[in-house]
């Protein structure tokens, strides 16, 4: 049996890890947030193409690829969304269903992909969606990957709390992984994270955050 992460529930459904001790989404509107940090952040579905391959760092509840999907079957673009996630702590089906129960929107595509999670699988195949979740520790996987993303959602829990996810050495990771023009986008724009994205080729620009949040980070490649 494949053993799963730990959560607690705060009020309002919002699941938060307890190894990390940090909420894995917004604690106001987790779908909102998503569109505006990881979509809007990244220029998305503006810049959707047939091909297009979004990349993520730490996949939790799966909540952006529902966002991301949702948003490519809006833009009727030809053949699968490409999305390649990189997550260390898989959670349980379960506790997936029970954190989307809270986003209709996600909740009411998110079916079929918890069936095949529920067994197991890590690739996820939906109308409209290729994807596959990468699991173990991203600092020894990433480096190992063979992909390019044409956009990446850097989504690790809060520096503070999960540093591994934002060092240096993975920010020049994620810049070597990105395709010409690529991009990515976070909700954090915490100095040192943006000085790691510029390293490693990006043109960062600060942009508003979502909700309480002022700010936050958006880069292309430049
Ligand atoms: C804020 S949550 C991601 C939320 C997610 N994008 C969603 O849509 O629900 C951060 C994720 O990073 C994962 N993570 C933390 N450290 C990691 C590491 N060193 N390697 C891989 N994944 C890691 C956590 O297990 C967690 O699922």
Redesign the pocket.
């Known amino acids: 049996m494949v053993a799963h992460?730990k959560l607690e529930w705060k009020e309002g459904g919002v699941p938060v890890?307890c190894r990390?001790d940090?909420p894995?989404?917004s604690l106001g509107n987790g779908l909102a947030e998503?569109r505006h940090v990881f979509l809007d952040g990244n220029g998305l579905p503006g810049r959707f193409r047939p091909g297009f391959h979004v990349a993520?760092?730490?996949?939790?509840?799966?909540?952006?690829?529902l966002a991301a999907l949702i948003a490519w079957r809006g833009a009727g673009i030809a053949g699968p969304l490409r999305f390649t996630s990189?997550?260390?702590?898989p959670l349980a089906a379960a506790d997936i269903a029970q954190a989307l129960a809270a986003f209709p929107e996600a909740a009411a595509v998110a079916g079929p992909f918890l069936e095949q999670w529920a067994q197991g699988a890590r690739v996820i195949r939906l109308p409209g969606l290729e994807a596959e979740v990468i699991i173990?520790?991203?600092?020894e996987t990433l480096p190992r990957w063979q992909g390019w993303a044409d956009a990446w959602?850097l989504?690790?829990?809060s520096p503070a709390k999960?540093p591994?996810?934002w060092g240096e050495g993975l920010m020049a990771e994620v810049g070597a992984h990105t395709a010409p023009q690529g991009s990515f986008a976070t909700y954090t724009a915490a100095g040192h994270v943006r000085r790691a994205l510029q390293a490693a080729g990006f043109q960062v620009q600060r942009q508003a955050g979502f909700g309480f949040k002022r700010h936050m980070s958006v880069g292309r490649l430049g």
Not at 86 to 89: M, N, R, S, T, V
């Open positions: 992460e890890s990390f940090d894995y989404f998503t993520e760092l730490g996949f939790g509840t799966g909540l952006n690829m990189f997550e260390g702590f173990g520790d991203v600092r959602f989504d690790g829990f999960n591994e996810m």
